[in-house]
T-cell receptor, first 113, second 111 residues
């Protein structure tokens, strides 16, 4: 089991460029999440999904889009990169809601210049 | 807006002593409480979860929950240098799929 994998590990973007952060889990988890973590701060939820074809906004969704066509994959799209999107992005998954552990991927460090 | 508050630290504790980490939350409807450990440059990993008032022990770790006072704490006994990390408190409402995280407390264990 690879768990939750994320690519790329690190990326530098110019303002206005777009990119997709990839997230894949092989644990057959229904729930998947995208967080961002700014230096010295906690995690902020961007988007989440409770199953294939179902997504919903989190606390800080502006500037991002997601899709969930399969149980395994949950890509995060940045359409017009801005310096405010410089952050570390974590993908996480869990089997079900509530008391279930969320498993985190290793993160993607994004720098927008 | 739901809030989870933690002292950002840094909290310095001598090796072998007890480290005490605290967290308060604003939403009385919160039902599930989690402590995550995050080493520098790494992703968070779950170390404790607690759902009922009282204490829950797991090895050197004890989580304490007081819903009336809206706080949850984590005690680390016999602190080791490997415990040096940032500890994130997270809270989830009943029937809600989302976690709300605090900003974390940076803990340093001094040999």
């Amino acid at each position: 089991n690879a768990g939750v994998t994320q690519t790329p590990k690190f990326r530098i973007l110019k303002i206005g460029q777009s990119m997709t952060l990839q997230c894949t889990q092989d644990m057959n988890h229904n729930y998947m999440y995208w967080y961002r973590q700014d230096p010295g701060m906690g995690l902020k939820l961007i988007y989440y999904s409770v199953g294939a074809g179902i997504t919903d906004k989190g606390e800080v969704p502006n500037g991002y889009n997601v899709s969930r066509s399969t149980t395994e994959d949950f890509p995060l799209r940045l359409e017009l990169a801005a310096p405010s999107q410089t952050s570390v992005y974590f993908c996480a998954s869990s089997y079900a809601r509530g008391q279930e552990t969320q498993y985190f991927g290793p993160g993607t460090r994004l720098l927008v210049l | 807006q739901k809030e989870v508050e933690q002292n950002s630290g840094p909290l310095s504790v001598p090796e072998g002593a007890i480290a005490s980490l605290n967290c308060t939350y604003s939403d009385r409807g919160s039902q599930s409480f989690f402590w995550y450990r995050q080493y520098s440059g790494k992703s968070p990993e779950l170390i404790m979860s607690i759902y009922s008032n009282g204490d829950k022990e797991d090895g050197r770790f004890t989580a304490q929950l007081n819903k009336a006072s809206q706080y949850v704490s984590l005690l680390i006994r016999d602190s080791q240098p490997s415990d040096s990390a940032t500890y994130l408190c997270a809270v989830m409402d009943f029937g809600n799929e989302k976690l709300t995280f605090g900003t974390g407390t940076r803990l340093t264990i001094i040999p």
